[in-house]
């Protein structure tokens, strides 16, 4: 049977066969004439093709360039080109360029010497390439492979180029080695493709490519970097076990299958940028050594994050996440800046400084620290050398920014540096577990000799950098809080106030008096409150800390006793105490008598004024004042505006002492 020619667009710009021309087709067969002759090896004389063949010898340049070769002509070919010492076939520089491979083409186990070229070649039957060894390039530019293209265990040296080949049946690479560059972009792969326990050595370039239907990377390695920039997987892809050991890119990748990096390794970034996952995503065990970047990316479906470990840091910017998402990540950041939550998730973490500023959340969301290493389903913990040296397992939020907070559960994260400012539906955040908040710098400090002393309580970053920035700050608020721009009071206030009523919420009544402290103390400080408010709140904050500090309120009430004791035994009370005297008239003849009892006023002291019998009279009448008591002893005019106004201020402290030692023990 004579093999059909190949399609070439036009007369070749080698000398040709010509064979079978005709009106419909003015150029005939495209095949390049063999050295002597003026036909193809396809339509060459019986002897003079014998001839021909016979003539070859094992490491042979042969140019075929356009030719059509059936099964026994290509085999014919390959066996004159056996090598005794190998029993494998052997050949120069080939050029097979344009040429079509009717039925299977056999070049398995095959040596290329020199450059091998298949550039718009056509096999129209499996094509077999299996443990064949390239020392040159290998071109195939533009084929294309209408059923199976086996090239597993193959060996390529050089550059293997596949760019817009079009593999219409399932394309298996299982094993193959890639010593060169590897160029894939735009391959289109219509079957199945393996490339499990594949390795490229150099460059790996996937961009634009597609894959139709299962893809299988397992255990492939990518030792100089991966790109499959643009690439479209339109069924599940595997790279389970696969190690990046240069830069792996995935950037504006369409996954319409499955995709699955399960224990993949990367050495070197990850880009993810703009990749949109349209089925399940599950990067269970994998491990970064550096950065890996899914900014804008789209998940569409249910997505499961790891658990994975990553050395670098994790940027999630952008990201949309439109089905319910699990994120098990032990990294050293993770920036979710603007990021689109449309389904319930978890984020759980460990290492982590964690940035969800300008997120949005339509669902509960809960990021939450775990004290415990990652397991994986089969009870393995998750190795985490990669995180070697980092300080603890601690989760620190760094900003909460143009947050809705309504749907946001935090539980044990360090929010010490967290920024706050902007958040909306502060007051219905949820704090589980151990959430911690920055203090007060501790001990005893030196404003223009007077010593200052803070009481402990939580604070904001954005009020330790507010004072650390106020001109002759004291020692201790910290300045380097990132991000935190220009917030003052009249910013902190909403703030501390919102938190207050999450905490009350929550029944947690001491972390509330410490956030109504912290928003008394801006209200206080800041600009748009008249004198007269200013003072008052002074005035608060200094007799008692606005409610909340008993020591503070007992220690005015013992000094206002002492002086009140004091002011009674000077001026209060009387030189001696007042006998009643009962005057009456008795009537000539007897009758009834009437008695008038009065007592005579009250004398000033003169003389010892403090003696301890003075001493055990006013303390008798400032302890019945402190519960608002009258204690029935004579005083002087001056004792009795000593006591009316001992009777108010007392009992004042009294009661602000109780209300602060309930705001730390109710719950």
């Not at 460059?203 to 790109?227: C, E, K, P």
């Not at 935090?410 to 706050?420: E, G, I, K, P």
């Not at 403090?610 to 001493?615: I, K, M, S, V």
């Not at 006013?618 to 004579?634: E, I, M, P, W, Y």
């Amino acid at each position: 049977m004579t093999p059909s020619p190949p399609s070439i667009p036009g007369a070749p710009d080698w000398p040709h066969c010509g064979h079978g021309a005709s009106p419909d087709d003015p150029v005939g067969c495209r095949g390049i004439h063999v050295p002597g002759h003026t036909a193809c090896l396809a339509h060459l004389a019986g002897t003079d093709r014998d001839a021909y063949l016979a003539g070859l010898t094992p490491g042979t340049d042969v140019d075929h360039r356009g030719t059509s070769f059936t099964e026994p002509l290509l085999r014919a070919l390959l066996h004159a080109l056996l090598d005794p010492a190998t029993q494998q076939s052997r050949l120069g520089d080939a050029r097979f360029e344009w040429a079509s491979f009717q039925g299977d083409a056999w070049f398995a186990g095959v040596t290329f010497d020199g450059l091998a070229r298949f550039q718009s070649a056509t096999f129209q039957g499996n094509a077999w390439f299996e443990r064949a060894t390239f020392h040159s390039d290998a071109w195939f530019r533009s084929a294309t492979f209408q059923d199976h293209a086996g090239f597993s265990g193959a060996i390529f040296e050089g550059a293997a180029w596949f760019a817009s080949v079009a593999f219409q049946g399932g394309a298996g690479f299982t094993g193959a080695t890639f010593q060169g560059d590897a160029r894939f972009g735009p391959a289109t792969f219509e079957g199945a493709a393996w490339f499990e326990r594949a390795t490229f050595e150099s460059g790996a370039w996937f961009d634009s490519a597609t894959f139709q239907d299962h893809t299988l990377f397992v255990s492939a390695t990518f030792r100089s970097g991966g790109w499959f920039k643009a690439a479209t997987f339109r069924s599940a892809v595997v790279f389970d076990s696969a190690t990046f050991q240069g830069g792996a890119v995935f950037d504006s990748v369409t996954f319409q299958g499955g995709a699955r990096f399960e224990s993949v390794t990367f050495q070197d970034h990850a880009d993810f940028v703009g990749a949109t996952f349209q089925d399940e995503a599950r990067f269970e065990s994998a491990a970064f050594r550096s950065d890996v970047w899914f900014e804008s990316a789209v998940f569409e479906r249910w997505v499961s994050l790891g658990p994975l470990v990553c050395a670098g840091r994790v940027r999630l910017s952008g990201a949309v996440f439109n089905g319910p998402a699990t994120l098990l990540f032990a990294t050293r950041r993770l920036e979710c800046r603007r990021t689109r939550w449309l389904s319930t998730a978890e984020v759980r973490l460990r290492y982590a400084t964690v940035d969800f500023a300008h997120a949005v959340f339509e669902y509960p969301l809960t990021i939450a620290a775990e004290a415990d290493t990652f397991v994986l389903p089969d009870g393995r913990p998750v190795a985490e050398q990669p995180l070697d040296g980092a300080p603890d397992a601690s989760v620190r939020v760094a900003s909460l920014r143009g947050v809705d907070a309504a749907h946001l559960v935090l539980a044990d994260v360090d929010l010490s540096r967290c920024l706050f400012t902007g958040t909306v539906h502060l007051d219905q955040l949820r704090l589980e577990g151990d959430c911690s908040f920055d203090e007060v710098p501790p001990g005893t400090h030196w404003r223009r000799r007077h010593p200052v002393r803070f009481t402990p309580r939580r604070t904001l970053a954005e009020e330790h950098h507010w004072r650390a920035s106020r001109p002759a700050a004291l020692r201790g608020w910290n300045t380097a809080v990132l991000g935190a721009g220009r917030v003052g009071p009249l910013q902190l206030a909403p703030v501390y106030r919102a938190l207050r009523k999450a905490f009350e919420d929550g029944k947690h009544e001491p972390g509330a008096a410490d956030f109504y402290y912290g928003e008394m103390e801006m209200r206080r400080h800041a600009d748009d409150i008249p004198r007269s408010e200013r003072a008052l709140l002074t005035a608060y904050w200094a007799l008692s800390g606005y409610g909340m500090r008993a020591s503070r309120a007992l220690g005015w009430l013992g000094a206002a006793m002492l002086i009140t004791i004091v002011l009674l035994m000077g001026f209060g009370l009387p030189k001696d105490s007042p006998k009643q005297e009962a005057i009456g008239t008795v009537p000539p003849g007897g009758g009834k008598v009437t008695f008038v009892i009065d007592k005579a006023d009250p004398e000033n002291p003169a003389g010892n004024r403090f003696t301890g019998e003075r001493f055990e009279k006013a303390l008798n009448v400032t302890l019945n004042s402190v519960v608002f008591r009258s204690s029935g002893q004579d005083l002087t005019t001056a004792g009795t505006y000593i006591e009316m106004t001992s009777r108010f201020v007392e009992p004042t402290l009294l009661a602000l002492a109780m209300l602060a030692v309930r705001s730390r023990i109710k719950r």
